[in-house]
C-alpha cells in the first residue's frame, strides 16, 4: 500500500500563488506515475495534471497549462503543484494520486491511491 498527504491548500486572492504537496509513503517503490486532480462543489473530480517520475515528462489540462507546474522529487517521494496566477474558477479540494504503472493517465479510474484532499480557495 502507498499512502499520501497533501498539504499546502488555503485561501489566496485571485492572482496569488500556492504550492500543494503530496508525500507518498509506504511501498514507495510500487508507484509510478502521479496525478493532480481537483473537484469543485456540485461537480466531478476532474483531471489537472500528471507527471511520469523517472521521464520528468508531463501533462496539464487546458486551462491551467502556464500557469501551473507539477514536479517530483523521487529522493523525497514527494510531488509538487505549483499554482501561479490562481483564478476564483481555480477553486476546489486538490486530489494527489499515484499509479502502479509509469503511464501517466487523465482519467481518475487508471490511479490505484489517493490522498485525502486539501482545499483550495481564490476570492476575487
Known amino acids: 500500500q502507498v499512502q499520501l498527504v497533501e498539504s499546502g491548500g488555503g485561501l489566496v486572492q485571485a492572482g496569488g500563488s500556492l504550492r500543494l504537496s503530496c508525500a507518498a509513503s509506504g511501498r514507495t517503490f510500487s508507484y509510478g506515475a502521479m496525478g493532480w486532480f481537483r473537484q469543485a462543489p456540485g461537480k466531478e473530480r476532474d483531471f489537472v495534471a500528471a507527471?511520469?517520475?523517472?521521464?520528468?515528462?508531463?501533462e496539464y489540462t487546458d486551462s491551467v497549462k502556464g500557469r501551473f507546474t507539477i514536479a517530483s522529487d523521487n529522493a523525497e517521494n514527494t510531488v509538487y503543484l505549483q499554482m501561479n496566477s490562481l483564478r476564483p474558477e481555480d477553486t476546489a479540494v486538490y486530489f494527489c494520486?499515484?499509479?502502479?504503472?509509469?503511464?501517466?493517465?487523465?482519467?481518475?479510474?487508471?490511479?490505484?491511491?489517493w490522498g485525502q484532499g486539501t482545499q483550495v480557495t481564490v476570492s476575487s
Open positions: 494520486a499515484a499509479r502502479r504503472t509509469w503511464v501517466m493517465s487523465y482519467s481518475q479510474v487508471n490511479y490505484d491511491y
Open positions: 507527471i511520469n517520475r523517472i521521464t520528468g515528462a508531463t
